[in-house]
């Protein structure tokens, strides 16, 4: 037996005294001790504001997104050491692929992420507002590292899931963190964080871990600083009422358990292949990580005259599942996480038993492959009936954490949504069914009571992730009793690290503090033409000024004729009574092509490797047969690639800010093109 160690201020540390002891769910028998007795925590906040945060800021996103993609690579070279630590928590081989491999690949998901931010440590949100008419004042949204910590307390059902994809998403952002996982399962995540350090890919000071009591860790947050939960709402509850937390007024993400939901929409039938699905589904719910996954269903909802149907189908499938030694190949559920799991768990169906009835399974019996059901903390799956969930709130509020879900009827679909609203707030529901009107109602009707919904046919099942699998670009969370907070979700997890702020300014002041051009800044046309520059060469606002060219009725009439857009407004012969137009306009699109004839230098090689794409093209004025036409072209973000291969070609990407301006000084369109442009190197 060992004492499982904290790592904190740069160095392994073990506390004093001996602690928590810790076991091997499967056989009962102690493993190691964990204890944070001696730890001082304003020292461990301190040094992640002081030593990591700091690092982490003066990274960019790309920096920051590429290290992401570095560890994640790196811990994939030790599956096999942490797959045999995973099987102590009782854990089978597919549980722990969704633990260690889903939280490998929420790491690869936010280094990808990188590409949707600029090569900066910060970042513009959203649009720009003009503010003056002379457009010489204008407003932004910029977002900034925040100057604190995360600190993320984890429950024990995934150890390393529940790390990884909450320190992805701050490290992207830029604020290290303190993890506190659930002391129970801590040996597990203890042995990630080894990994993790070892790789030397992190700064100092970005990731700390202690493995035991929080102690009096969240008192010494501050403003800056990030709290996320994971577990019952009520310690969430108690936590994010502490004294600290409201007099700083400190963010506080809470995802709590919830009496999650599956529906079998009334359309259908044992002859369907949703039949199958659904029936799959619920037994895969009930007894992956054997039932103690914050997503779980624990409530199933089936028309009434059906309800047999699917009592039937529902123990036919739980009845394959084979129970024991997570080591043992053929095991499909393994044990709980400890025997406190199993009384607790015992003690809510006790709860439900008051109005539901076991109509498969056993409470107080289970066999178990290559194990003893009473030393290991193993359970039968549970499958209960209520046959009126109108009539009992038991079922509504009460959640045994295992494998348990309860069977309970319903009439029609807008029973169901009020079923599943009973709930009171949930992270995830499902609904199983062909019918796209019944789908609609659903979604509609039940969407405020929850985080996500699944939308389950045969058309996606093959490539559905399931009713429990939340998705890096995903929110994770939902409203009520599910703890009305959000993990993950792509751009928007990112955002809730940092601080947004609103700017006001000239726009050459906006464009120096965000390193984007504003339209009406200053631009640089001191210079040689911006495509014959390399990439590193390149500066926001390197700007051209093209000289004008006369768009004519022969023009558009060719352009017609080519693109084979005949548009009546395009058209010298229409009778333009009635209409937006004076007479005969030219298309938008000969206007992109003319401007690019205009600033394209293309008679020598130069950097720039191809176009490959234009985003916000708008046309903002009718242009007319006789107009004069010049652009204005400005080099508007740089953004960094990095090469997939040794061979590729040194590069990064530029996006061009394309204004098109009449006789009148009056912009008739305006777009940004991306380029690829060579590296000088």
Known sequence: MYTVENYILGKWIKGDGDGQLLYNAYTGVPIANATTKGIDFAQVVHYARNQGNPAL???SFHERGLMLRALALHLREHLDKLYTVSYQTGATKADSWVDIEGGIGNLFAYASLRRKFPDTPY???????????ANTFMGHHLLIPKEGVAIHINAFNFPVWGMLEKI???LLAGMPAIVKPATVTSFLTEAVVKEIIASGILPAGALQLVCGSAGNLLDQV??????TFTGSATTGMMLKSGKKIMEENVPFNMEADSLNCIVLGEDVNESMPEWDIFIKEVRKEMTTKSGQRCTAVRRIFVPENKIEAVQIALKKALAQTVIGSPLNATVRMGSLAGESQRIEVKQQVQKLLASSQIIYGSLDSVNAVDADAEKGAFMSPLLLLNENPFGSTDVHETEPFGPVATLMPYKHTEEAIVL????????VSSIVTADKNIAKDYVLGAGT????ILVLNEQCAKESTGHGAPLPLLIHGGPGRAGGGEEMGGLRGVKHYMQRVAIQGSPDMITAISQVYQQGATGNTNTIHPFKKYYEELEIGDQLITEKRLITAEDINQFADLSGDHFYAHLNSTDFTGTMFERQVAHGYL???MAAGLFVDSYEKNPVLLNYGIDELRFTKPVYPGSEMHIRFTCKEKIRQEKKEPTDIDKGIVKWMVEMIDELDELVGIATILTMVARKN
């Not at 970042?123 to 008419?133: A, F």
């Not at 501050?222 to 709290?227: E, P, R, T």
């Not at 009571?449 to 996500?452: D, I, K, L, Q, S």
């Open 57 to 59: 800021r003066k990274m």
């Open 449 to 452: 009571y929850h985080g996500r």
């Open 591 to 593: 206007l992109m092509s």
């Open 420 to 427: 599943a609203k009973m709930g009171k707030g949930s992270l």
């Open 168 to 170: 992805a998403v701050n």
């Open 123 to 133: 970042c513009l949100d959203g649009e720009t507002h003009p503010l003056g008419k």
């Open 222 to 227: 501050g403003s800056q600083d990030v709290v």
